[in-house]
C-alpha cells in the first residue's frame, strides 16, 4: 500500500464513491440536515458535509469505518486524535500569516514556524499511534506508513534542518539604539540586560507565592514600519543566517505530505461525530454500530430515538422516548397509526436516521439495530400549501410520488407520512394502496404513517402477510406515552382530546 492509496473513508480507491455536493432531498424531512449541521458546525474548514450526504453502498466499507470508530472509543485514542487536529488548526493559521504578510523576513519566519508545527506534530502523531491499540485496517495501514515517513530522508531533512534554523536564529543578539527619531541596530556587545536586572531588584520582595502581574501578550501577525526596517537590519547584521531561512522556506515550500493532509481531513469524520453524540451517551442514551444483514431483509431496531430531537433537548435527555419494532421474514412494510402527537412522524424520523448513519459506517441512535442496505432513501412527507404550488395539494403529492417512482430501484426504503391526505379518506387510502402494493411488488421496503383509518384498517382486514401493524399509545384522559406497539388500527380521531385541549386547557 502506497501513501497515495492511504483513506479513512474507504478501504480502497476503487471503492470511493463520487461525494454530494448538496444534500439529498430526504435529508430534510428526516431533520439530517440538522444533524449534520451541528456535527459539523466546529469543523468548517474541512468540508465534511459531502461525505455525510453520500451513503455508501457496499457492506465491506460499512465494516471497514466501524473498525475504526471502535478503535476511536478507546478515550486515549480519541485524545490523541483531538490534540493532532488542534496542532494542525495551528498549522494552517500559521500557513494562513505566512501569505497574507509582504514583508519576507517576517513572513519567512511564520513559514519557518508553521513547518515546526507540522514536524512536531506528526512525530507526536506516530509515537501516538505506536502505542496505541489498534484494530481497524485504516489505522493499522496508516501507522505503517507513517512510521515509514518520519524514518525518511526527506522527513528528517526538513525536521533537521528546521529545528537547527530555528535554534540558531533564537541565539541572535542585537542592540537597538534609539536617539530623536533615528534607530540603529548593532551587534550585541555584551552590554547590560536591564530587564533580568530589574527582576533580580524586585526578587527580595517576594514572599511566598505572589500574584504575576506579567501581562500576556498574543502574537501579533502584522509589523509596523519600525519593527519592519530593524529586523531588515538585524538580517544585514546576520546574512548568512537569513539566507538560510530564505532557502528552506524555498526548498521545502510544499513540506506537507498529502496523505497527512488526507488523513487530518477524513479523521475528522469519525470525530465530528463522537463528538457530538458522546455527551448523549454519558446522558444515558444508548447508540450502537449497527449489524448489516446481507441474506436477510429482516430489520430489527432496539431503543431507537430520534437523534435530531436528541441533539435538540441534550440538556433534558429524558424527554427522549425510544421505540422498538422488527420485521422478520417476508415482512417489508410496516403501518403506524394512532392519534396525532403521538409520536408516529418522530418514530418515522428515527428509522430513517438509523438507516442513513449506518451506512455512512457510524454509530446509530439506538440500542440495537439490523438492517439491509437500501439502494436508496426516499421521503414523502405531506407538504404545507403555499403560494408556490402551481397546482392542488393532492396533484403536488402525485407529483412527487411520480419522480420517486422515476429513480427508485429494488431494495430501496420510501417513508410515508401522512401522504395522500388532500383528498377524501377513501380516495386517498385507495391511491395509498396501489402504489403501496406496487413498491412491495417492485422489492422496496415501506413504512406509512397514516391518520386514514379507512388505509390502515384495510391492509389489516386484508392479512397483508409481509405487513406490521403498529399503533401511538394513547392512555385514559388522552395522555401520549410516545410509545408504539403492535396492534390493530382504531377507528377513532380522538376528538375529545382536541375538545379538551382547547376547550379545558382555557382561562
Not at 556587545?189 to 536591564?194: H, I, L, Q, V
Amino acid at each position: 500500500m502506497t501513501m497515495d492509496s492511504i483513506g479513512l473513508l474507504y478501504p480502497s480507491p476503487q471503492k470511493a464513491a463520487g461525494v454530494r455536493d448538496q444534500p439529498p432531498a430526504y435529508f430534510r424531512d428526516l431533520n439530517l440536515d440538522q444533524i449534520v449541521d451541528w456535527i459539523t458546525a466546529s469543523k468548517q474548514d474541512y468540508d465534511l458535509k459531502p461525505d455525510y450526504y453520500t451513503a455508501v453502498q457496499d457492506e465491506e466499507t460499512i465494516r471497514f469505518r466501524q473498525e475504526i470508530v471502535r478503535d476511536l472509543m478507546t478515550e486515549t485514542t480519541l485524545i490523541k486524535m483531538q490534540t493532532f487536529a488542534a496542532q494542525m488548526v495551528i498549522l494552517r493559521r500559521y500557513q494562513k500569516l505566512s501569505s497574507e504578510i509582504d514583508h519576507q523576513n517576517h513572513r519567512e519566519g511564520w513559514f519557518l514556524e508553521a513547518a515546526l508545527v507540522y514536524v512536531r506534530s506528526v512525530l507526536q502523531l506516530e509515537q501516538d499511534l505506536s502505542s496505541a491499540d489498534l484494530q481497524s485496517r485504516g489505522l493499522l495501514a496508516f501507522r505503517q506508513i507513517l512510521g515509514a515517513y518520519t524514518a525518511s530522508s526527506e522527513f528528517q531533512r526538513l525536521r533537521d534542518e528546521a529545528e537547527q534554523l530555528k535554534k540558531d536564529l533564537s541565539t541572535v543578539r542585537y542592540c537597538v539604539l534609539i536617539k530623536d527619531t533615528t534607530v540603529k541596530v548593532r551587534p550585541y556587545d555584551g552590554e547590560t540586560d536591564y530587564s533580568i536586572e530589574v527582576e533580580k531588584t524586585f526578587e527580595k520582595f517576594k514572599q511566598g507565592a505572589v500574584k504575576d502581574y506579567l501581562v500576556k501578550l498574543n502574537i501579533v501577525s502584522s509589523m509596523n514600519h519600525v519593527e519592519a526596517q530593524i529586523l531588515d537590519l538585524v538580517a544585514r547584521l546576520n546574512p548568512e543566517l537569513f539566507e538560510r531561512l530564505h532557502r528552506f522556506c524555498a526548498e521545502h515550500s510544499r513540506f506537507m505530505a498529502d496523505f497527512i493532509l488526507t488523513f487530518d481531513r477524513e479523521m475528522q469524520f469519525y470525530v465530528a461525530y463522537l463528538e457530538t453524540i458522546l455527551p448523549l451517551m454519558k446522558g444515558g442514551l444508548k447508540f450502537c454500530l449497527p449489524a448489516v444483514s446481507i441474506r436477510s431483509k429482516e430489520v430489527l431496531a432496539a431503543e431507537a430515538f430520534d437523534l435530531a430531537l436528541a441533539i435538540q433537548l441534550r440538556g433534558e435527555i429524558a424527554r427522549i422516548v425510544p421505540n422498538d419494532f422488527q420485521l422478520s421474514g417476508n415482512e417489508r412494510v410496516i403501518i403506524v397509526s394512532g392519534p396525532n402527537q403521538g409520536g408516529k412522524s418522530t418514530f418515522l424520523r428515527s428509522i430513517g436516521q438509523a438507516q442513513v448513519m449506518m451506512q455512512s459506517g457510524m454509530f446509530v441512535a439506538a440500542e440495537q439495530f439490523t438492517a439491509n442496505l437500501c439502494s436508496g432513501v426516499f421521503t414523502h412527507y405531506k407538504r404545507r400549501e403555499d403560494s408556490s404550488m402551481k397546482s392542488g395539494k393532492l396533484d403536488e403529492e402525485l407529483s412527487r410520488m411520480s419522480a420517486i417512482a422515476d429513480h427508485i430501484r429494488p431494495h430501496a426504503l420510501v417513508l410515508f407520512n401522512e401522504s395522500f391526505a388532500a383528498t377524501n379518506e377513501r380516495e386517498g387510502a385507495e391511491i395509498a394502496r396501489q402504489i403501496t402494493l406496487a413498491l412491495l411488488e417492485r422489492k422496496i421496503k415501506v413504512f406509512f404513517v397514516t391518520h386514514q383509518f379507512t388505509l390502515a384498517d384495510g391492509f389489516y382486514k386484508q392479512g397483508l402477510p409481509n405487513a406490521l401493524f403498529l399503533r401511538a399509545e394513547r392512555k385514559s384522559g388522552g395522555r401520549r406515552t410516545y410509545k408504539l406497539f403492535e396492534g390493530q388500527p382504531l377507528q377513532t380521531s380522538f376528538g375529545e382530546d382536541v375538545y379538551r385541549t382547547v376547550f379545558e386547557s382555557a382561562p
